[in-house]
């Protein structure tokens, strides 16, 4: 949700352009989380129903199971410090915004480490259902 203050200005000191930015951050990363729910949904959908008896048991299918649920822990964890963030302008020193900045960078590499093993997962569910499908093909 936008509101004028994400709006950067040529008068803002670089400490509200930092808020602002690493706000836009937060709302990216809301938004990605959401999508991954949707795929991830998707994901499980597709294994659970149609390739769970084509493929190697039930491995893959239960590390999507289980990064669907950590993704809804960061997702409710990054909601709450959405709201959290809200006070920031209530800070009137730098040892506040201090306090807001490295939160930030606690959660950029919390979100990022659990992109990472999101991507590593998927990559894997896609090798093995083109491995599956390609011995499928007729010679």
């Given amino acids: 949700m936008k509101t004028e203050n994400d709006k950067i200005f ?3 000191s ?3 352009i930092a808020h602002k930015i690493n706000t836009m951050e937060l709302d990216n990363w809301i938004n990605h989380l959401t999508y ?3 795929e991830l949904n998707t994901l499980i959908g597709i294994y659970a129903v149609k ?3 084509k ?3 039930d491995r893959i299918l239960n590390r999507l199971v289980k ?3 950590e993704n809804k822990t960061l997702l409710a964890a990054l909601n709450g410090y959405a709201v959290k963030r809200t006070k920031i302008i209530e800070c009137d020193d ?3 915004d201090m306090v807001y900045i490295t939160e930030h960078e606690s959660y950029r590499r919390s979100y990022l480490y659990h992109l990472d093993k999101y991507r590593r997962i998927k990559d894997e569910f896609f090798k093995e259902v083109h491995e599956e ?3 499928l093909k007729p010679v």
């Fill in 10 to 12: 040529k008068h803002d």
């Fill in 94 to 96: 730098m040892q506040c």
């Fill in 67 to 69: 990064k669907q649920s």
């Fill in 55 to 57: 493929l190697d048991g």
């Fill in 36 to 38: 991954i729910e949707k």
């Fill in 51 to 53: 390739l769970n008896e």
């Fill in 133 to 135: 499908f390609s011995l």
């Fill in 14 to 16: 670089d400490v509200d």
